[in-house]
C-alpha cells in the first residue's frame, strides 16, 4: 500500500497568514493526489484535484502543487473559514489512501 | 444535481453484519467512467478508505479489511450496497459513499453524502 505522510499535524495560525501544508507518498504517483476540506460535523469538500486544480467554486486563495511524491497544499491568506482539518489523498492505485490530516486552528 | 445518501443501522453488536446503501441521483452507475466509493471516519480520527466499484462492475477494496467487505451495485435503483462482516466496536465510524468519476482523468470523491454514524456495542 502507499502510504501518505501529512504535515504539520496541526498548525495555529491567525486570519491573513499564509498556509503551507505537505504530503508525502511512500512511492510515486504522478500528480494522482486529491486535497479535502473537512469542518466539524460535515463531510468532507473537495477543494483540489491532479494536485493542482482548483475544484469549480473553491477560492482561489486555495492553491495545490507537486508530483511525484511530494505535494503541498498553500492557502495563501487564511479566511474565518478556513479554519478546518485538511487530507490529501492518493489515487494513484489500489488501495487508495488517506494522510492523517492536518488540524488549522486560529492562533 | 448530483446527491448521495447513507443509509443503515445506527447500531450494531459486536459480530454482527453490517449493511449499508448509498442511494444516489443526478448520474448512473452504468454510465462509463462514474464510481461510487465508501469511507469511513472513526469519532476524532482520519479519513478510511474501504472499497470502490466502477460502472462496469470491477470491486476494490481496503487492504486490511477486505476479507471483511462486500461492495455491489443495484444500477435500477441508483444503490450501492456495502457489507461488513464480523463488526467490532473498532469499526465505529461515521461512513461516508462519494462519487468518482474517470472523464479525460480521475476526479475522486466530488461529491460527498452527509454520512451516517454507525455505532458498535453490545
Known amino acids: 500500500d502507499i502510504q501518505m505522510t501529512q504535515s504539520p499535524s496541526s498548525l495555529s495560525a491567525s486570519v491573513g497568514d499564509r498556509v503551507t501544508i505537505t504530503c508525502r507518498a511512500s512511492?510515486?504517483?504522478?500528480?494522482?493526489l486529491g486535497w479535502y476540506q473537512q469542518k466539524p460535523g460535515k463531510a468532507p469538500k473537495r477543494l483540489i484535484y491532479?494536485?493542482?486544480s482548483l475544484q469549480s467554486g473553491v477560492p482561489s486563495r486555495f492553491s495545490g502543487s507537486g508530483s511525484g511524491t511530494e505535494f503541498t497544499l498553500t492557502i495563501s491568506s487564511l479566511q474565518p473559514e478556513d479554519f478546518a482539518t485538511y487530507y490529501c489523498?492518493?489515487?494513484?492505485?489500489?488501495?487508495?489512501?488517506f494522510g492523517q490530516g492536518t488540524k488549522v486552528e486560529i492562533k | 444535481q448530483v446527491t448521495l445518501r447513507e443509509s443503515g443501522p445506527a447500531l450494531v453488536k459486536p459480530t454482527q453484519t453490517l449493511t449499508l446503501t448509498c442511494t444516489f441521483s443526478?448520474?448512473?452507475?452504468?454510465?462509463?467512467?462514474?464510481?461510487v466509493s465508501w469511507i469511513r471516519q472513526p469519532p476524532g480520527k482520519a479519513l478510511e478508505w474501504l472499497a470502490l466499484?466502477?460502472?462496469?462492475?470491477?470491486?476494490y477494496y481496503s487492504t486490511s479489511l477486505k476479507t471483511r467487505l462486500t461492495i455491489s451495485k443495484d444500477t435500477s435503483k441508483n444503490q450501492v450496497v456495502l457489507t461488513m462482516t464480523n463488526m467490532d466496536p473498532v469499526d465505529t465510524a461515521t461512513y461516508y459513499c462519494?462519487?468518482?468519476?474517470?472523464?479525460?482523468?480521475?476526479?475522486?470523491?466530488?461529491?460527498w453524502g452527509q454520512g451516517t454514524m454507525v455505532t458498535v456495542s453490545s
Open positions: 462519494a462519487r468518482t468519476m474517470v472523464v479525460a482523468a480521475l476526479q475522486a470523491f466530488d461529491i
Open positions: 443526478g448520474f448512473s452507475l452504468s454510465t462509463s467512467g462514474m464510481c
Open positions: 466499484i466502477d460502472w462496469d462492475d470491477d470491486k
Open positions: 512511492q510515486g504517483i504522478r500528480n494522482d
Open positions: 491532479a494536485a493542482s
Open positions: 489523498l492518493q489515487h494513484n492505485s489500489f488501495p487508495w489512501t
